[in-house]
């Protein structure tokens, strides 16, 4: 297996930048005009409100801990009791996550990794909620907790688990649910649900909102891969060639060298080949479970995903640090994808296909669990 170079942070950087081309985040219509009109009156409505919440429960992306912030909200909620929820925790690589702990702790930040899907790693967030407002709920007849965060993070996801821990644990009036989907910015209203009495306790629900401009490409780009900014925004393939570039730098399909027992390789292309698949065989199925056929094609894809880019980096012969060897190892990587997804050679919207399917398998946790964002030097930043 041929030996990676250990590349620092800032040299990921630059060559993600020559490989792929300046970009521009901004709400002037400029290289990448992405800003909802939506955007700007939740962020004057959430600094309003904020000024009378008693907590800020801030929910992150667990793989994004830095990449999903809003900055501008910092000055805001570093004066507020908080509780920052690293969410999709179950995406996110456990050998790395409690580094990002220790990092919040360190600057005197109550972090805790969750799933807003999971009812025990919820119940573990209202603990520390109820005891970071103990004082307060001595004095006070009514709190407020309000959760904030970029779109598509999972604040719905999580007070809907909210409210049906808190149903079984306070006496609750009538609840209603948050509005959830698969795309940001799909709640877009500010809507107050009371989940407790004596202390009657309000939860506010928020719009995710994002700042009108993101100087840093690389952020930009981590935040569309997230799906905090919508991909047909950037482009389902500029967002592809992103995770490509990171990967191959970090040299994780050199991970992936595929079993030697030929059974597990040859896995039923029989099977794949019955049927038409499109992007919505890889998503979880709301009404029914994934029969056989599901499963064992979800199975081969990722077989076939992985073995490629394996194979693809282990013999490249270029330097990935180069910014034009890398940029031909992409477009080599590409091709075979298609190829191992099944595309047909002459297909128009090749690419499209390909890079849909690719971030699906990603985002999904198909592909293994990852954390994009460096733990920064503790020792620098207090320096």
Known sequence: MREMSCLSAAVVKEVVKKALGDMEFNTGGGAINWFPGHMAAATRAIR???????????????????????????????????VIALNKKD??????????????????VDC???????????????????????????????????????????????????????????????VKRATVGPLPGVTQDIAGYKIAHR????????????????????????????????????????IVQYLLAVLNIRGTPLHWKPPTNSTMESTSDESMGKREYNIKDLLPKKRRQPN??????????????KRTLYESLSEFDGKVEDENDLELLIDKQFDALQKAMKIPHKSSDARMRVSKKFLTLFRSGKLGTFILDDVPDVDLQNN
Request: glycine letters at 4%.
């Open 292 to 305: 056989a056929s599901d499963v064992l094609y979800i199975e081969d894809l990722v077989g076939a995903v």
């Open 48 to 82: 309003q409100r904020l000024k009378l919440a008693d907590l800020v429960i801030e929910v992150r992306d667990c793989r994004f801990p830095l990449s999903s912030v809003n900055a501008d909200l910092q000055e805001h909620l570093s004066r507020k009791r908080r």
């Open 91 to 108: 995406l996110a690589n456990t050998n790395v996550v409690h580094k990002w702990v220790e990092y919040f702790e360190s600057r005197n």
């Open 199 to 238: 202390p009657s306790i309000y939860v506010l629900d928020t719009p995710g909102i994002l700042v009108p401009s993101i100087p840093d490409i690389e952020t930009g780009l981590k935040l569309a891969l997230a799906g905090s900014i919508k991909d047909a925004v950037v482009g389902e393939e500029r």
């Open 112 to 174: 805790l990794p969750i799933s807003a899907h999971s009812g025990q790693s919820v119940k573990k967030l209202l603990d520390l909620v109820q005891v970071k407002l103990k004082e307060a709920i001595s004095r006070e007849p009514t709190l407020l907790v309000m959760v904030v965060g970029v779109p598509n993070v999972g604040k719905s996801a999580l007070i809907n688990s909210i409210h049906q821990i808190a149903s079984s644990r306070f006496p609750v009036e009538r």
